[in-house]
């Protein structure tokens, strides 16, 4: 287990205020907020601002983790046991800033530290669920895992058939101490068709596993289709670009189209109008309503390579002398 | 060479809009909030429920959209209504990324970098 300099994460000097504490808190979690840095770590780096703030913004913790540090010095990263009785004298209660991350996921050398306590006091505040009154006797009350989630990333063909992954989980489990373990654990899932973007999957029981006989949290995994050049999804609605030579649009015709519903032969109207969308309804993603499936006509020229290539173009346009494709719409 | 009896079980996942419906409790939990703030939140307008009265669906946006006023609230002691704001533009930006990435696919164009 490697030691973890909470003063060093957030960035302030062991003699920071609570104000101090907050000020670098908010900056951090700004800067590596999920949802707009462009950190490639920015989850990892927000879980282990969310720890040290947790830890450094609770008077008791602060106070536990800065006596470990007198008793105990260690440098960030290096192995690291608490000593026996560490916490002989703390008794940690539910704090200001405790909550931790938004899955409340915590490294292993703070559930070493606080971890069965921490877990019993999470949430707080006007707002947060009510904690448990835990007592420091060494046992939690029974409490259900947390939640956790995930994001997941699918081909859209994986809303049409279905699939299985296989996920990769930095889990938990309770050791026979009762602490909280953290191991790598893989997951094979079923992945329901019908699946849309930014909808979620439930894994029940896929969480942490909860305490005192009460049942594990859930597995949330929020889905996003992988961007695919040949068709995109908007709710259940899939739309497709499908080129069609000239005479194709000008004239109709019957064209085969291999679209996520498979191989269909689709009729062209003819007379081209440019934008033209062809609408095969309820095959879009399946469902109870479906989605339907919209083919994005354009017309795609064949390249003259040849003489007799470059003759039948200037055929077409001694056929259309009047045709002017510059000439605006109306005037 | 692993036996059968190694192979992991799959796990069946549930559609949440589909075949899983979220309580307003367990939609408070999921937020580490009382229901009391899902609630309020859903008077005030800034949360969404398809259901009827007295029988509230969360779909899986308003999971996600509940998640992140409670983070936003939590960590910035955030007004609510601020809070929402700030998950509106945030939604905004998301869907304008996604018509981005879908133009450049599209395209064929290399997404800009800067």
Known sequence: ?331 | MPSAHDTPAIQPGELLDEAAELTLEDLARICHMAPGWVSERLEAGLLQTDGPGGHWRFASATVVRARRLAQLETTFDADPHLAALTADLIEEVARLRQRLQHLEAATGNAPARG
């Open chain 1, 1 to 331: 287990m490697e030691f973890k300099d909470y003063y060093q994460v957030l960035g302030v000097g062991k003699t920071a205020t609570a104000e101090d504490i907050k000020k670098a808190y908010r900056k951090l979690a700004r800067k590596y907020h999920p949802d707009v840095s462009k950190e490639a770590d920015a989850m990892a780096r927000m879980a282990e601002i969310n720890e040290a703030n947790a830890v450094l913004s609770d008077p008791e913790k602060r106070e536990a983790y800065d006596a470990l540090g007198r008793q105990a010095p260690h440098r960030p990263g290096q192995d690291f046991r608490p000593p026996p009785n560490w916490d002989a004298g703390f008794k940690f209660s539910d704090g200001a800033g405790a909550a931790g991350g938004p899955d409340g996921e915590f490294s292993d050398f703070f559930e070493q530290l606080f971890g069965r306590q921490a877990r019993a006091q999470r949430p707080h505040g006007a707002h947060r669920q009510a904690p448990h009154d835990a007592a420091w006797d060494g046992a939690a009350p029974p409490s259900r895992g947390n939640d956790h989630h995930a994001k997941i990333e699918l081909d859209l063909l994986d809303a049409y058939q279905g699939a299985e992954r296989s996920l990769a989980l930095r889990g938990a489990r309770l050791d026979a101490a009762g602490r909280m373990v953290h191991e790598e654990r893989s997951l094979q899932v079923k992945i329901p068709k019908g699946v849309r973007e930014g909808q979620l999957i439930r894994l029940t029981g896929q969480g942490s596993p909860g305490t005192g006989g009460a049942p594990a949290g859930d597995l949330f995994l929020e889905v996003h289709f992988k961007p695919d050049a040949r068709w995109r999804a908007i709710d259940r609605d899939v739309y497709q670009p499908v080129a069609v030579a000239p005479w194709e649009a000008e004239l109709g015709a019957v064209i085969a189209v291999q679209t996520p519903a498979g191989a269909l032969e689709v009729t062209v109207p003819a007379r081209w109008k440019s934008g033209r969308k062809l609408r095969l309804k309820g095959r879009g993603i399946p469902a109870a309503t479906p989605g339907d499936l919209y083919l994005e006509l354009t017309v795609a020229l064949p390249p003259a390579h040849s003489d007799a290539e470059r003759a039948a173009y200037a055929a077409l346009g001694a056929a259309f002398p009047r045709f002017n494709p510059r000439a605006i719409p109306g005037a």
